[in-house]
């Protein structure tokens, strides 16, 4: 017996489909890049999809080819038939969690937010739970609530929409799951793309709360619970590892042979005297920008100061989750001083024992 995932995969079929076919504008729903990506996180052993079948009759012979079992919903009045869709497809999972004690893995086939309460006593039940939806009509609510989730149209084999489409807005005052891991966004040595803030900030994170080495499968796994939607290829990488040799390469990471072949360790580069660099870099233009009679400095807009000296600087390469996190360490070493000012709804930042701000600065 191997360690492989068992997989089971249920599909609120008209919810998938009809959003397929809205975004991608094209009248068949192609199932084949779904098939292929689970067969590369396990094995698949239930396969069911739930829909009024007579509103799917090319759908249903797609489907039969690829060994999924047609479950019945009879169309009704109103929303009658929707609910009750939804709550077989909840009753036959959680039911199938208590009889095959077996399956590691549940696999919903939705956007739909109302199976966010299936999701949440399936992962208490130790199940992991990955989703499947498309990104023009999956609701906000779903993705973070899973292990994993994975937009149709991001999948490899799915070809894209033939003219530009409506590209659905999160709903007022939301974020996405990764922007809320920014604290803001960052311009990385080698690349300009912010999916490497989220891993070195998660790497930051595992270096501090873990005692033993971080592993790459350790660190995807973390990536992954805090935005499910993250996927390397996304960014043009074929593997998890190449992207962390792409960030070795241009000195974010280091990488060293682990304790299992294929799963590196990862740790930040260790040189101290690029830290105390960095630091001495911070406090000088501190200083500089102290000097001049609009008062002393603020933290927003001190980076970009930093960089007009050092145009590649960037506290990520020493394992800060954020710049505010690095000052903060440049002031527990008495380098600097900082004095929060609600009015501004900002820090401003000096040089150790210098006077703080009057109030009309």
Excluded at 8 to 17: C, R
Excluded at 211 to 218: H, I, R, T
Excluded at 262 to 288: C, I, K, Y
Excluded at 328 to 342: C, F, S, T, V
Aim: proline share 6%; hydrophobic share 40%.
């Amino acid at each position: 017996m191997t360690d492989e995932e068992r997989i089971a995969l249920f599909l609120d079929y008209e919810n998938l489909a009809i959003g397929a076919r809205e975004a991608l504008a094209r009248s068949e729903f192609d199932f084949r890049p779904i098939a292929d990506a689970l067969a590369e996180r396990g094995r698949v052993v239930v396969r069911r999809a739930y829909a009024d079948w007579s509103r799917f009759d090319e759908d249903r012979r797609m489907l039969t080819r690829h060994q999924i079992e047609l479950i019945e919903m009879p169309q009704r009045m109103g929303m009658v038939r929707k609910n009750a869709a939804d709550i077989k497809m909840a009753v036959d999972a959680v039911e199938l969690c208590f009889e095959r004690d077996y399956i590691t893995t549940f696999v919903l086939g939705t956007g739909d937010s109302d199976f966010t309460p299936l999701v949440h006593k399936l992962r208490e039940l130790n199940r992991r739970v990955i989703g499947v939806g498309i990104e023009a009509s999956t609701s906000s609510l779903l993705p973070p609530a899973c292990d994993e989730f994975l937009f149709y149209e991001r999948l490899e084999g799915v070809e894209p929409a033939p003219a530009r489409r409506r590209v659905r807005k999160p709903p007022r005052g939301a974020r996405p799951a990764s922007a809320e891991l920014v604290e803001e966004v960052d311009e990385l040595p080698g690349s300009d793309d912010t999916n490497l803030v989220l891993v070195t900030q998660t790497l930051s994170g595992l270096e501090r709360t873990n005692d033993g080495p971080v592993l790459a499968s350790m660190l995807k796994r973390a990536i992954l619970r805090k935005d499910p939607t993250f996927n390397e290829a996304d960014y043009g990488f074929r593997a998890f590892g190449e992207l962390l040799h792409h960030m070795s390469d241009a000195g974010l990471v280091e990488l060293s042979e682990g304790s299992a072949g294929g799963d590196p360790e990862v740790r930040f580069p260790m040189n101290a005297e690029d830290e105390e660099a960095a630091f001495a870099l911070l406090r000088s233009t501190v200083e500089r920008l102290a000097k001049r009679k609009t008062g002393p400095p603020q933290l927003s807009g001190l980076k970009t100061q930093m960089r007009r000296t050092q145009p590649h600087f960037s506290e990520k390469r020493f394992g800060y989750g954020g710049f505010l996190q690095f000052t903060k360490a440049a002031r527990a070493r008495g380098l600097i001083e900082m004095n929060y000012d609600e009015q501004a709804e900002d820090y401003f930042v000096l040089p150790a024992s210098a006077p703080p701000p009057t109030a009309d600065a």
